[in-house]
RNA sequence: GGAGAGUUGGCUGAGUGGCCGAAAGCGCCAGCUUGGAAAGCUGGUAUAUGGGUAACUGUAUCGAGGGUUCGACUCCCUCACUCUCCGCCA
């Protein structure tokens, strides 16, 4: 969410803001709304002021007198009520309107219609040259015998999978290789809520755009996080923190679900695009400064890049353009892992840098040194995610015998197995 | 699922129709005191938003929304959440 006087004062960087991200708002509306709404406020609030006064004088009048003022108030809010009315009406358009509103991206951020213009930044380690005909992961991880699309389909529905034996141990072997990973890093690990309140999902922006990603409980009106930022994020919601306290620096495991509406037809195979997966997903609370926030950007993102390079696994790193940018992000970097079926990058993991905007939303404030309120900014990245991670792994690591070798930081996880065979 | 209790500022907690934006305490800030600190003393200290260069001032806010009333933290209704007990259950 943007701040209103933020929008008045820098209508235009924020047009232009919402135009770069591909957001179809029209902020002089929002103006317009704006300018509206205001007078009409000051006249009610004027109202109101009379109303008060002629209130508070009436158990000092003479009984006489007082049916005469109780005559003047009614009078007033007479005139009130016309002016409510209009001012219900036009707020709630108004909030909407503020809430579908892009938060502009940062200015050093490359100007691009939608993924294809991303900017690679740098590559880490050279994709592999294979001297046998190499599978992709759904020949693999069946030959194998770990993974199992047909049975998950016909539990499931699509989009959904089975990991078996090897599968689901290497499945918890990576999970928990990233989570001692991240934690070592100085992230303090959580368990979280999966289904969680509207509230959550609005304050991290998630809703309401975005809707139609999430799995909603129309029954009790919970919705299940796409990623763990949601709860993580919510965790502080309409809270007072310290300056002293910040950086937190948050980590957690959930399942995350997508419905991945609207990619009917896209990555139907495999394990790329679906709709359960489990993530590792770190989050940053920061104070109020746009030069701190990107060192924790580039920090978190270095972890990303840590838990790659440990697990050998070739990746590129790219700068993610203006029209690829969600709702409220200032900045965004995606690592793309080298997936041989793809016969390219692919993504596999997500930085964040959104400054005020869900910490706007989720009242989420600290107290900074000098004893001043400010709202908290935030950031959050994809530390480790499964399965996108798995695919790449079984691909990049795949032996002409239909064998995959595995990363030796793995080795440990795995009770020792250094290679999966069928 | 049933019964009951509760939700007040950064925190604890008082307040049952106007004198309440809210006692008291804690915390925090400033001053006094001190070689320095602690303690003590004195004063200040909610949020949002409008107007004003400012001093200051209007409005709203005591979980949310509605109602009663000239006037609601206080009375009524609805909802959300928290807690306790009972039931069921991983």
């Given at each position: 969410m943007l701040d209103i006087k933020f929008i008045r004062q820098n209508a235009q960087q924020v047009q232009a803001g919402n135009d770069a991200k591909g957001f179809k708002v029209d902020v002089s509306q929002v103006l317009a709304l704006d300018d509206e709404i205001r007078p009409m406020q000051q006249e009610l609030e004027q109202l109101q002021a009379e109303r008060n006064k002629l209130s508070q004088e009436i158990p000092k009048a003479?009984?006489?007198?007082?049916?005469?003022?109780?005559?003047?108030?009614?009078?007033?809010?007479?005139?009130?009520?016309?002016?409510?009315?209009?001012?219900?009406?036009?707020?709630?358009?108004?909030?909407?309107?503020?809430?579908?509103?892009?938060?502009?991206?940062?200015?050093?951020?490359?100007?691009g219609k939608d993924d294809k213009e991303n900017v690679e930044v740098r590559k880490w380690g050279d994709p592999r040259k294979f001297a046998f005909s190499a599978k992709d992961h759904i020949a693999i991880g069946e030959k194998l015998g770990i993974l199992d699309f047909e049975r998950g389909v016909k539990v499931a529905g699509s989009r959904s999978y089975i990991l078996k034996r090897d599968g689901a141990l290497l499945e918890q072997a990576v999970l928990r290789f990233g989570y001692d990973f991240v934690v070592k890093k100085g992230f303090a690990p959580h368990s979280v809520p999966l289904l969680v309140k509207e509230e959550a999902m609005i304050g991290t922006g998630y809703f309401p755009v975005g809707r139609d990603q999430a799995y909603f409980i129309e029954k009790d009106k919970l919705a299940l996080i796409g990623t763990s930022e949601v709860s993580l994020c919510s965790m502080h919601a309409n809270e007072m923190l310290t300056e002293e306290e910040l950086p937190l620096r948050y980590t957690s495991l959930t399942t995350c679900f997508r419905r991945e509406a609207g990619t009917y037809g896209k990555d139907t195979?495999?394990?790329?695009?679906?709709?359960?997966?489990?993530?590792?997903?770190?989050?940053?609370?920061?104070?109020?400064?746009?030069?701190?926030?990107?060192?924790?950007?580039?920090?978190?993102?270095?972890?990303?890049?840590?838990?790659?390079?440990?697990?050998?696994?070739?990746?590129?790193?790219?700068?993610?353009?203006t029209g690829d940018l969600g709702q409220g992000q200032v900045r965004k970097h995606d690592i793309e892992t080298w997936m041989p079926s793809r016969n390219g990058y692919g993504e596999t993991h997500s930085c964040s840098t959104f400054h005020d905007f869900q910490a706007r939303r989720?009242?989420?404030?600290?107290?900074?040194?000098?004893?001043?309120?400010?709202?908290?900014?935030?950031?959050?990245?994809?530390?480790?995610?499964?399965?996108?991670?798995?695919?790449?792994?079984?691909?990049?690591?795949?032996?002409?015998?239909?064998?995959?070798?595995?990363?030796?930081?793995?080795?440990?996880?795995?009770?020792?197995?250094?290679r999966l065979r069928a």
């Open positions: 003479q009984a006489d007198k007082r049916e005469l003022l109780k005559k003047e108030v009614l009078a007033i809010k007479v005139k009130m009520e016309s002016l409510e009315a209009v001012l219900n009406e036009r707020r709630p358009i108004l909030n909407e309107l503020l809430l579908k509103l892009a938060q502009p991206a940062g200015p050093d951020v490359p100007f195979r495999g394990l790329y695009r679906v709709h359960q997966f489990n993530k590792i997903e770190m989050v940053v609370f920061a104070v109020a400064d746009a030069k701190k926030s990107e060192e924790y950007h580039h920090e978190l993102l270095s972890i990303s890049e840590g838990i790659l390079q440990a697990l050998e696994l070739p990746y590129r790193v790219v700068y993610v353009c989720l009242n989420i404030r600290y107290k900074t040194k000098d004893g001043q309120k400010a709202i908290a900014y935030t950031l959050n990245n994809t530390a480790l995610a499964i399965p996108r991670i798995l695919l790449a792994l079984l691909e990049n690591f795949q032996e002409a015998d239909g064998s995959v070798s595995l990363p030796s930081v793995l080795h440990p996880y795995m009770m020792g197995k250094t």
